[in-house]
Structures are given as C-alpha cells and as structure tokens.
C-alpha cells in the first residue's frame, strides 16, 4: 500500500514566521509531489509543484525534496493569518493518481 | 484563470437513489479523475478516465460508480445506488498532461438521508 505520511497538527506559528511543513512518502518511484492548501470546507488548490531533488521557490513558498530519504517539505516565510489551512502533500507514484496525505493543519496567530 | 466547474455544489439524496454528478473540465485538458473526502478524512483517489476510457479505479470504486463523457465537455460521476457510507464531498480533478499538476474545482458535497 503507497503511503504520504504528514504530521496533522495543528502547527502553530505567529504572524511573520516561518512555517515548515513535512512529508514523507513510502513508494521510492514517485516521480511528481505536489503541496495543495485546503480552506476548511473548500477543495484543494495547488500550491507548488516539485519533481527534482532540491529547492523550488515562488514567492513566499519554498519547496524541497530529498528523494533518497523520500521527504518532501513546504516553507512559508513571513507567515501570514490568511495562510491558516490544511496543507496536504500529495504524491504521484507509478501512475497518474494522486496519493494525499491526511494534511497538516497550520494555525498563523497576529 | 480557466477553472473545474462541478455541479451541483450540494446533493441531498435518499439511500438506495441514483445521484449524477457533473464536472466540466478546463477546455485544453485530457485527463479527468474524480476523488472523494469523507469529512475529516483524507481526500481518496476514486477514477482516472482518458481517451474515453476508465485508466484506473480504486477498490472504493465499485459495481455502483460509472463514469462517463456523454457530450464531449460535461464528466460525470453516476452512483447507482448511494448508501450512507457515499456521504462526502466528491471532486473532480484534471489535467492536460499526467505529469503536471492536477486542478480541482469546488466539490459537490453528497448528503445520503
């Protein structure tokens, strides 16, 4: 059974800090990871896309794979009160389905 | 931006009745897949669908869900009929390419009475 394991939370951070969020994923072929926002009650929304090891930065999210120890994380820098959601990883394996994790759900407090 | 419109946004249904749902892909895009959220759950990877054709199903796919393309734009999810456990949100997912990102439009949230 493929597995996306991620901490649920809640992970709680003040406004203007770093939130790092983790992820690990049991199937050492995954070829595509992908990090998804979800408002309670709302569908998914990509966040970032990531399919080499190392960093990917757009705006104020940095993702980072390291597929030898198959982990996948999230950086949100200067965290803000909007950026409170549930953030799942989601990995593609040995087909085109998508594989979530159960999220982790982020708190930014003013 | 082009966007995943799903409809309805809420279904409520008796056990044992048929319920269609209906996605209408972004124009360019070829690859269709309906998941599902149980509340406070995972969200579940139920059918891929392309080229006309079911590509995979999961388990929870069973004898009671079609899918179909029936006029070339609407995707729809059928289930023959719903049981208590089929209460969740349902979302359709596509994309034009299976190694880029997939996009979700807003779930229709299922209720079986």
């Known amino acids: 059974q493929k597995e996306v394991e991620q901490n649920s939370g809640p992970l709680s951070v003040p406004e203007g800090a770093i939130a790092s969020l983790n992820c690990t994923y049991s199937?050492?072929?995954?070829?595509?990871f992908f990090w998804y926002r979800q408002y309670s009650g709302k569908s998914p929304e990509l966040i970032m896309s990531?399919?080499?090891?190392g960093d990917k930065e757009d705006g104020r999210f940095t993702a980072q794979l390291n597929k030898a120890s198959q982990y996948v994380s999230l950086l949100i820098r200067d965290s803000q009160p909007s950026d409170s959601a549930t953030y799942l990883c989601?990995?593609?394996?040995?087909?085109?389905?998508?594989?979530f994790g159960t999220g982790t759900r982020l708190q930014v407090f003013p | 931006e082009p966007e995943v419109t799903q409809t309805p946004s809420h279904q409520v249904t008796q056990m044992g009745q048929e319920v269609i749902l209906r996605c209408v892909p972004i124009s360019n895009h070829l690859y269709f897949y309906w998941y599902r959220q149980i509340l406070g759950q995972k969200v579940e990877f139920l059918v891929s669908?392309?080229?006309?054709?079911?590509?995979?199903k999961s388990e929870i796919f069973d004898d009671q869900f079609s899918v179909e393309r029936p006029d070339g734009s609407n995707f729809t999810l059928k289930i023959r009929s719903t049981k208590l456990e089929d209460s969740a949100m349902y979302f359709c997912a596509t994309t034009w390419d299976v190694s880029q990102p997939q996009h979700f439009g807003d779930g229709t949230r299922l209720s079986i009475l």
């Open positions: 990531i399919y080499s090891n």
């Open positions: 669908f392309y080229n006309n054709e079911i590509s995979e």
């Open positions: 199937d050492r072929g995954s070829q595509s």
């Open positions: 989601a990995v593609n394996a040995d087909t085109d389905k998508l594989i």
